[in-house]
């Protein structure tokens, strides 16, 4: 039999039964539990809950807590409703019992880890205190909330595997040597990781920065916890592995607010010391009239005699951040300078050679 019904007594107060009523007794006291269970879980989904919902707390986590643990309690309710009314009943099978409890504590422990996987939303207050464009960024979100959920689900299955009796030791251990094996043998991946990780954190750059790494200069595309995607200007993709990144020098043309324009003007030896101060002059002049420029950085200067120049150094900074716009800003002054040098009579040089032919 599934029950046993000899030598069963139930005593409530002064009244004492035995057998079959005592066996009444228990089964209606196993219903009472389940319509108590039933009661408090009724309570808890529609007053219970929505009162503490509506509470302000001090602690940003706990309705995040609440929420993710509405549903988990209201089926503990059930689970203790079952448990203590099936204990109740006077079971004839050996070790029944502790059956019951080993499930009743496997159940509870996953309800518990349902519960903590739910309030995933947890891991994003780790980003509390940091700056606006980190706490919005989606790909560092997406990387907390899956290693959140990850430690959450390992160490639910570690206590299920405890309550059912599996050596968790043994394999803790077991587990332990192996990750110390794979990470020695991904020790660039691991790298490229936390690369990417300062990266996202430090943002020294984002999607759409023209950036220069190295020999590779170009626009970032793409960037994730292994690489960063660079299509440079010939529209050829480069993929660099963030750990490379991270030791290089990095030139962000995005965070600067000018761009240089500086070169070196060569014009013809046959142009007289009044010719070139002239020039001089009206180049400076042209550049310090010009809205194209950062005014007090112009600089316009005789800088040394070439093998067939004589060579005048032009530098300014462009008020433009945006390549296309500096290319147009490059062209206007460069024609302009054309026009100075022809409105001043002197003449661009070129690489030239002279022959002298000896008489004997």
Not at 28 to 57: D, E, M, N, Q, Y
Not at 112 to 136: F, H, K, Q, T, W
Not at 207 to 221: A, F, K, N, P
Not at 290 to 312: E, K, M, R, Y
């Amino acid at each position: 039999m599934i029950f046993s019904i000899r030598d069963l007594s139930f005593e409530l107060g002064s009244v004492l039964l035995e057998g079959w009523p005592a066996f009444a007794a228990r089964a209606v006291c196993a219903l009472l539990i389940l319509l108590a269970a039933w009661l408090v879980r009724r309570w808890l989904t529609h007053k219970g809950f929505p009162a503490l919902k509506a509470r302000s707390w001090h602690f940003t986590g706990t309705p995040i807590l609440l929420r993710s643990f509405a549903v988990p309690v209201q089926r503990m309710c059930t689970v203790v409703g079952i448990y203590l009314a099936a204990s109740s009943l006077p079971w004839a099978i050996p070790g029944v019992r502790k059956l019951f409890l080993m499930a009743f504590q496997l159940v509870m422990t996953l309800l518990v880890c349902e519960g903590l996987y739910a309030a995933s939303e947890l891991a994003d207050l780790v980003l509390a205190s940091c700056s606006p464009e980190i706490r919005s960024n989606k790909t560092l979100l997406s990387l907390l909330n899956t290693t959140y959920k990850v430690l959450v689900i390992a160490v639910g299955v570690a206590a299920g595997a405890q309550e059912v009796g599996f050596p968790i030791g043994s394999i803790v251990a077991g587990a332990g040597l192996i990750g110390l094996t794979i990470s020695l043998a991904a020790q660039e991946s691991a790298s490229n990781l936390f690369s990417g990780i300062v990266i996202l954190l430090d943002k020294p750059f984002s999607v759409g920065d023209w950036i220069t790494v190295g020999d590779v200069e170009g626009e970032v595309i793409d960037i994730n916890f292994r690489s960063t995607r660079i299509r440079s200007p010939d529209k050829t993709v480069n993929v660099i592995t963030n750990s490379k990144i991270c030791s290089a020098t990095v030139q962000n043309a995005a965070l600067r607010t000018m761009r240089p324009y500086k070169f070196t003007l060569g014009v013809t030896y046959s142009t007289t010391r009044p010719q070139l101060e002239k020039l001089m002059q009206d180049l400076q002049a042209m550049l310090d009239a010009s809205p194209l420029t950062n005014h007090g950085t112009n600089i316009v200067q005789l800088a040394s005699f070439g093998d067939s120049s004589i060579n005048i150094l032009i530098s300014a900074y462009l008020l433009t951040n945006v390549y296309a716009e500096f290319l147009q800003m490059q062209n206007d002054l460069n024609l302009n300078i054309m026009d100075i040098m022809q409105a001043d009579g002197v003449d661009f040089a070129f690489p030239s050679t002279s022959v002298y032919i000896e008489k004997n």
